[in-house]
């Protein structure tokens, strides 16, 4: 049986803060619809009708295309331990990159990470809870390092020129790539 509620519960925050994965979900008027899922320790809870993750750069950006183009975004949280829950957080979203004002206010909620390409910030409209009593009891071994590495690995100068000619989603949609390297220092 789902529940609704108009922003995040006590119970549903303490559920999140204990959850080391979850899901992203958004998409345009036309093309694919991108899901996400999305590691590390990257998830804040602003307010109860507010959240935001840090986003590194990997093999797309599609979720920034999407926010732009739409702005709709569907985040899932499944509880893999007990109680069985699971909860899907449905809002507005916007990318917010190093350049942008707010950044150093919504980048003091998390440990940069080499990599770092943006914040997505969502304005909580509902949020969904439901049973999840058909998804599995499993534990997580650790964080797999290989992305932090990866970036941690580049050179700054390089990874600037990369990302910045990263231009459109796979469906065309521009995208705004971010224009700072985030790795063990941060560029100006």
Same mark, same amino acid.
Request: proline share 7%; glycine share 8%.
């Given at each position: ?19 080391? /994965?979850?899901? /992203? ?32 750069? #990997? ?74 009593? #058909?998804?599995?009891?499993?534990? /997580? ?46 560029? /100006?």
């Amino acid at each position: 049986m789902a529940d609704f509620t108009p922003a995040l519960t006590p119970d549903q925050v303490a559920m999140i803060s204990r959850q080391s /994965v979850f899901f /992203v979900a958004t998409a345009a008027a036309e093309g694919r619809i991108n899901l996400s899922p999305k590691g590390y320790d990257a998830f804040r809870v602003l307010a109860p009708d507010r959240v935001a993750w840090l986003d590194l750069g #990997g093999s797309g950006n599609e979720t920034n295309a999407h926010l732009l183009a739409d702005g709709r975004i569907t985040i899932m949280m499944c509880n893999f331990q007990q109680p069985a829950l699971i909860l899907r957080i449905y809002g507005r979203g916007r990318p917010v990159l190093p350049a942008d004002p707010d950044w150093a206010e919504l980048a003091a909620h998390f440990t940069l990470l080499p990599g770092t390409r943006q914040i997505f910030e969502v304005a909580v409209e509902s949020v969904q809870g439901s049973c999840g009593w #058909g998804v599995p009891l499993m534990e /997580v071994q650790a964080e797999r390092q290989t992305l932090v590495k990866y970036h941690a690995q580049q050179d700054p100068a390089a990874w600037t020129a990369k990302v910045a000619s990263r231009t459109r989603s796979i469906d065309g949609l521009p995208t705004r790539p971010t224009d700072r390297y985030i790795g063990g220092e941060r560029e /100006v």
